[in-house]
C-alpha cells in the first residue's frame, strides 16, 4: 500500500448511494450542487440571473443546523431550547434587536414540531446535512432578489427549489443500467 488511510484525515466520510464509502470534498460539491440548482432555477423558472454568480464570501451563509420559516424567508440559528441565537432575511443579518422584537426571548413558533432528522414541514425546512446547504444559499439569494425587485411581497419559490431538487437529483438518473 502507497501510504495509510486514516479517518482522521478526511472531512466527511459517507456512503453513497451505492454504499460505496467516499470522501466528499465538500467545496467543490457544495458547488457543484449550487450552480446545478441555480442553473435549474434561471432556465427552468426563469430567476434573475444573478443567481449564476457567487461571491466567494457568500459560502460563509452555510452552516449545518440552518432553518429557513418559509412564511417569512427568515434563515434561523436556533439554540437548544428553541430560542433564536441568529437570523437573517436572504442573506441580510437582523440584528439583535430586530431579532428581540420579532421573536422575542421564547421558543420560535415551530419548534415543537421538529423532529431529529425529519425536520420539514410546509412552514418550515431544516438544513441538516452537506446536501441540502447550497440550497440554503440558493433560498436566502432568492430571497434577496425578491426583495430588491418586490419589496414586501411574501416569498412563495419553495415550489421551484423542490423542482430544482427534484430535477437534479431525479431517481431515474441512478437506475442501474444493463449490460448486455
Known amino acids: 500500500m502507497a501510504g495509510t488511510f486514516s479517518l482522521a484525515d478526511c472531512q466527511v466520510i459517507g456512503f453513497d448511494l451505492d454504499h460505496t464509502l467516499c470522501r466528499y470534498n465538500l467545496a467543490a460539491s457544495a458547488q457543484l450542487i449550487y450552480e446545478s ?8 423558472k426563469s430567476y434573475d440571473k444573478e443567481l449564476l454568480n457567487v461571491a466567494p464570501e457568500s ?22 431550547d428553541g430560542t433564536v441565537l441568529r437570523a437573517s ?12 422584537e420579532t421573536y422575542g426571548r421564547k421558543e420560535w413558533r415551530h419548534f ?21 446547504l447550497p440550497a440554503a444559499l440558493l433560498c436566502a439569494r432568492i430571497v434577496d432578489g ?7 411581497q411574501k416569498c412563495e419559490f419553495w415550489k421551484d427549489v423542490v423542482a430544482a431538487i427534484q430535477y437534479n437529483y431525479k431517481t431515474s438518473a441512478f437506475k442501474v443500467l444493463e449490460c448486455g
Open 37 to 44: 440548482f441555480a442553473e435549474y432555477m434561471v432556465k427552468e
Open 59 to 80: 459560502w460563509d451563509f452555510c452552516c449545518k443546523g440552518l432553518v429557513l420559516d418559509m412564511e417569512d424567508g427568515h434563515f434561523l440559528k436556533l439554540a437548544k
Open 89 to 100: 432575511h436572504g442573506t441580510k443579518h437582523l440584528t439583535p434587536q430586530e431579532i428581540l
Open 112 to 132: 415543537k414540531t421538529m423532529s431529529g432528522m425529519v425536520s420539514r414541514s410546509a412552514k418550515y425546512y431544516a438544513y441538516d446535512n452537506y446536501f441540502d
Open 146 to 152: 425578491l426583495n430588491k425587485h418586490s419589496p414586501g
